[in-house]
């Protein structure tokens, strides 16, 4: 199995779907992940340039800390990210190439416009990937059996699929903290844990979890712990 998620800025794929990441790296799951910023605009005290760097740095050592070694940087801007035709295309050879069956992505209604643009681009990849569209990306055409959507900034109306990450919270956690250039401006252990314990009440009493839209669905999940639409 192969986990691919695709992540605005350095830290989305922690907060959004970083129980998963650690879950499917522990079943044994090929995973990377697909940053299309570095991050540059996340501060004002150093230049963009020297942000993006740290940045990057964070999310390696982060994406370390749980065994996730194999990451890409697109560096597109970052805060005024949208689909051009060359992302559209690195896109699609990513899924062409790595042929996950499973990817990951902001669901479409986050409350951020780089990451309503990240949605819209991975959904026209995933479908571009799967046809004869595209003759300059590589020719192996391969179609994702199972994409979901994850949330950050703004929860998910209608949760279709929940992730059971009781037992890896605290490791996601501390991943996030490894995101230090973002700690002055977020609470990861508010924003995190908050939203893990309401999603985890549909789990039962002291769960944790990490909610989903389920855009398609065509192979296996790490785990079927349960779904809901609340």
């Known amino acids: 199995m192969r986990l691919m998620v695709f992540a605005p800025h350095p830290d989305d794929d922690l907060i959004g779907c970083g129980g998963m990441l650690i879950k499917a790296v522990r079943a044994g799951w090929s995973v990377r992940v697909v940053y299309l910023t570095n991050g540059e605009a996340g501060g004002t005290r150093v230049r963009p340039e020297e942000l993006a760097e740290t940045r990057v740095g964070e999310a390696r050592a982060a994406a370390g800390s749980i065994g996730v ?97 009781t037992e890896v919270y605290d490791d996601k956690l501390q991943a996030l903290r490894m995101h230090r250039s973002q700690l002055s401006s977020f609470s990861y252990d508010d924003l995190v844990g908050g939203l893990a314990t309401y999603r985890g009440t549909a789990l039962g009493t002291g769960r944790r979890a990490e909610a989903f839209e389920v855009l398609r669905l065509g192979g296996p999940l790490i785990t079927s712990p349960g779904t809901a639409d609340r």
């Open 69 to 165: 070694t194999d990451l890409v940087f697109l560096g597109q801007p970052d805060g005024t990210l949208r689909q051009t035709p060359d992302l559209l295309v690195q896109l699609i050879n990513q899924l062409r190439i790595w042929r996950p069956t499973t990817v990951c992505a902001p669901h479409r209604h986050d409350a951020h416009p780089d990451h309503i643009a990240t949605h819209d681009v991975v959904a026209q990849a995933v479908a571009s990937a799967a046809g004869p569209w595209f003759p300059e990306a590589v020719p192996q055409r391969w179609q994702v059996p199972t994409v979901l959507a994850y949330e950050v900034w703004t929860p998910i109306r209608h949760v279709a699929y929940l992730e059971d990450i």
